[in-house]
């Protein structure tokens, strides 16, 4: 889990002056301190831990997952799957435990909108990058 993101003040500056900044996307690049020094070391930095971190730490208000399907599902690819539009941090937290999710590819981002609101974020929204634009779309997570 990454504990810290090195370049935030640029992308915070960025931010402040208009720019949409797309970061973090690869995870970043793992480090160590030593003797005052960063010094490459072997490890994964899930890229939705470590953009959940890097909004925090600029203090962004919301946080947008994007992913190729306009909403979380709950029972996804099945009959029963059900779109949630609204998902509160206990909802989400609830159905995690119980495997709702499934260890694959939603699982990591429902852990990073639960550490950005937890944290104080107001509200992550997980949609499709295509449905961005459109308010109708995305689950919302909050508090």
Not at 57 to 64: C, F, H, L, P, R
Not at 122 to 138: F, M, R, V
Request: aromatic share 8%; charged share 25%.
């Amino acid at each position: 889990k990454p504990l810290d993101i090195l370049n935030k003040r640029i992308v915070k500056g960025l931010v402040e002056n208009g720019v949409i900044v797309i970061a973090a996307g690869g995870g970043g690049i793992p480090v160590a301190r030593e003797n005052n020094q960063f010094i490459p070391i072997e490890a994964v930095i899930d890229k939705d831990s470590a953009s959940s971190l890097l909004a925090r730490q600029i203090g962004a208000s919301e946080y947008y997952i994007l992913t190729d399907v306009p909403y979380v599902y709950i029972n996804y690819a099945t009959p029963e799957q059900q779109a949630l539009e609204f998902l509160t941090k206990a909802d989400a937290e609830r159905y995690l435990k119980s495997g709702m999710f499934g260890e694959g590819n939603m699982s990591p981002k429902i852990r990073a909108a639960i550490e950005f609101v937890e944290y104080g974020g107001q509200k992550s929204i997980i949609t499709e990058a295509t449905k961005l634009e459109d308010k109708s779309y995305g689950t919302k997570l909050t508090l």
